[in-house]
Structure formats: C-alpha cells, structure tokens
C-alpha cells in the first residue's frame, strides 16, 4: 500500500507530536510514524520545568510539583524556592498519549508500531507486526526519533557529543526533589531524586565520554546505597542523549530534539528543546523562509550549555570548581535556577 503525505515524521515523542500537531493545523497533511507500539514511553526523569513545558500541559498531568529544589554538592547543600513551582513530575506515558490524542484531533495520521525498514528523501517503507509494509511517500521528512536516530544517519551526520542517563523507577515516596552534583561520581552530570505519585525516579546522568554506562551505573547504585535506596539493578534503564547540535534544516530532510541534538548536554533535559524545535520546524516548513526566534533562543541556551559541559569534562578540576561556585551562587541568589534550564 502506498500513501501521500505532505510530511512524514518519523519519531513520536514530544518533538515530533508537536511539529506533527502544528503541521496538520496548518492545513498539512502529515502522517506521524513511531516504532514502538505505543506512544509515550521512554527512559526519562519525568520533570518538567516552570519555564519549559510545564505550563502548557493540564493538571491532570502532574503527579508532584515542587517550589523548592534541593541542590547537593560534595561540600554544600542548596535550597531554592520559588512562588511558582520550579520543576514538577510527569508520567511519561501519560504525556505521551495525550501529546498524541492533541495530533490526532488536528487530523495527524499516527501509525504505531511501523518500523522504518527504507528510507529516501520522499519515500519511506514501513513494516508493521506480522509484516505488513505500507509505502509513505512524502513532500518533506522530518526526523524526530531520538539520538540514535535513523533519520540523522540517512542525513549522513555523526554524533560527536553524548550523554547517557540512567534511570528507575523505584516504589516509595520522598518528601524533596534533590539533585546531587559529585563530579568524583558523576562527572559533569549528577544524580537526580524525583518524587512522583507513588513512585521514585533515582537516577543519574554523565557525559558518555567520562561515565561510560558500566561505571555510571555502578556509581549510582553505590551512591543510592549511601543515602538508603536499594535499587534492583534489573530495574535499571539506561537512554542516549544526543547534544550535538548542527542543525534542524538539511538537504533532504529536518531534524528536531534529541535527533538534531538539541537535548542540553549539562542537565540532558530534552523535553522542551523537543517541543520547540518541534514547533519551530513545522512553521519553517509551512513558511519557507520563515526565522523563528524561539529556536534561536534555544539555539543561544544549548552552545551555553555545550560550553560549560565541555569545559568540566575536559578540566575536571575546573568542573568541580565550576560545581561549587555555581551552588554558591544558587545559594547567595546571585543566578536563578532558570541558568539550569533549556527554556529562555
């Protein structure tokens, strides 16, 4: 069977549902093609910033939302606290399927399960269970399948810079969202605790470069141990962080999130980076020559991050300097929580 589509996005996380939903209510007719059987799941933290996504997404969403972060280093411990809350927990899942639910009422076609088996510029081959296939023939193709993604590797771009998180999701509640900045454990990464409804996200996240998975996970498991979490390491899901950035607009295709690199290779946030580009691609496309500023801010938050990863990765001393005067400065408010953030 073969189809016509204005766009084909391949990829159905938040990036590619939002440029997908955008497209289609601009009047595209787009089909959304995402491999896994259902929309939404992935290896990820669950928070949502006050200034990123988390204003956009209805209550029934959240599962906790925190005023106060507590921010942990080999010598201080922060506390910073907002009027409005400065990180809450989603379930993954749960945003997913709604994120879809909005792509399908503006006339998104979303295929489920549809494994991209062959890729051209405008033409993409689909295999579902049993092995069906189906034939997308498209105007432009946008990859929006995470940082491993197919579509960057048809694009013939490499990926020089990543970061890894790993992540479970262990029963139990906790009063504090924390995060735990130990360069000796985690490089310029951290350890993160995120309380959801009834469950814990324990975590932690480094540069692939310093922390290879093996030994990431082993500093996690040892450093959950010491504050009192015995984490089942088959319960343990690691995920790729792709920041390296190199654009969203190709010869024969677009790339949004984690795809383009666009995930901060400090915090690994990805969330937002993905709705925006997401977002900023679909005006592109429906606007040729179009300048989106909400890109371009992203563009100056991500080379921000970059610079910083780089310079703690590659001068471990500096990074722990840098650890230390960057909780003072929380601590003394002389730079806001939002320096952390992706969104501007």
Same mark, same amino acid.
């Given at each position: ?161 990543? /970061?890894? +998180? =790993? ?7 906790? @009063?504090?969202?924390?995060?735990? !900045? *130990? $360069? #000796? ?27 290879? /998975?093996? +030994? =990431? ?7 959950? @141990?010491?504050?009192?979490?015995? !984490? *089942? $390491? #088959? ?29 901060? +290779? =400090? ?78």
């Amino acid at each position: 069977m073969t189809e016509q589509a204005d766009v084909l996005v391949i990829g159905g996380g938040p990036g590619g549902l939002a440029c997908a939903t955008l497209l289609a209510q601009g009047g595209a007719k787009v089909v959304l093609a995402e491999r896994k059987p259902v929309i939404g799941p992935k290896v990820c933290a669950g928070g949502l910033t006050w200034h990123g996504l988390l204003k956009h997404v209805p209550d029934s969403l959240i599962e906790r939302a925190f005023r106060q972060q507590d921010i942990r280093t080999p010598w201080q411990r922060v506390q910073v606290a907002e009027p409005d809350p400065i990180v809450a927990t989603v379930n993954r899942l749960a945003l997913g399927q709604w994120m879809a639910e909005q792509a399908q009422a503006a006339g998104v076609k979303v295929l489920a399960g549809a494994k991209v088996t062959h890729l051209e510029a405008h033409r993409a081959t689909l295999t579902f269970a049993a092995g069906r296939r189906s034939t997308i023939e498209c105007k432009q193709l946008v990859g929006a399948d995470g940082s491993t993604s197919l579509v960057r590797r048809f694009l013939g771009l490499p990926v020089a810079a990543m /970061g890894i +998180g =790993l992540n479970c999701m262990h029963p139990g509640t906790h @009063a504090r969202m924390e995060w735990h !900045l *130990d $360069p #000796r454990r985690f490089g310029a990464g951290y350890g993160w605790i995120f309380p959801h409804r009834d469950t814990l996200s324990i975590g932690a996240y480094g540069d692939l470069s310093r922390c290879p /998975g093996h +030994g =990431l996970k082993t500093q996690l498991l040892r450093w959950a @141990a010491a504050l009192g979490f015995r !984490l *089942d $390491p #088959r319960t343990i899901r690691a995920g790729l962080v792709n920041y390296d950035y190199q654009g969203v607009r190709f010869d024969r295709g677009w790339l949004v999130g984690d795809a383009a690199g666009l995930a901060s +290779g =400090l915090t690994g946030e990805g969330i937002y980076p993905a709705l925006v580009s997401g977002q900023a691609v679909a005006r592109m496309i429906l606007a040729p020559g179009f300048h989106d500023q909400d890109l371009a801010k992203l563009e100056a938050r991500h080379r921000r991050h970059r610079r910083m990863t780089a310079l703690a990765n590659n001068h471990p001393r500096w990074g722990r300097l840098l650890v230390e005067t960057m909780a003072m400065l929380l601590r003394t408010k002389i730079i806001d929580f939002s320096l952390l953030e992706m969104a501007d």
